[in-house]
Nanobody
């Protein structure tokens, strides 16, 4: 069985920082890209950022650009999300995802279980 395990969520005041981690576990497998989505209460899941290993250029949504930084370790199938200058509107459950071969997962995408980030004003 393969899965993504997230950590690092929590409660922080506006203007503060948090660092999320996501690591793949289980039998060895390759990922093409890893990234993050988030879902706030009553809203749809939205893209936050991603890191494609071959391109090696992170992509970000406009809402987090300049405040969040994605980095990763291809050899460890691990991705990080450094979140600075957090705002109350960043409050959401953050989900890690990994793009994998469809022989591993039919949809081609693995999801983590999610980690709560709460930013107080």
């Amino acid at each position: 069985q393969v899965q993504l395990v997230e950590s690092g969520g929590g409660l922080v005041q506006a203007g503060g920082s948090l660092r999320l981690s996501c690591a793949a576990s289980g039998r060895s497998f390759s990922t093409y890209a890893m990234g993050w989505f988030r879902q706030a209460p009553g809203k749809e899941r939205e893209f936050v950022g991603s890191f494609n290993w071959s391109v090696a250029i992170p992509q970000y949504s406009d809402s987090v650009k300049g405040r969040f930084t994605i980095s990763g370790d291809y050899g460890k199938n691990t991705v990080y999300l450094q979140m600075n200058s957090l705002k109350p509107e960043d409050t959401a459950v953050y989900y890690c995802n990994a793009d994998v071969d469809r022989t591993l997962v039919a949809s081609g995408r693995l999801w983590g279980q999610g980690t709560q980030v709460t930013v107080s004003s």
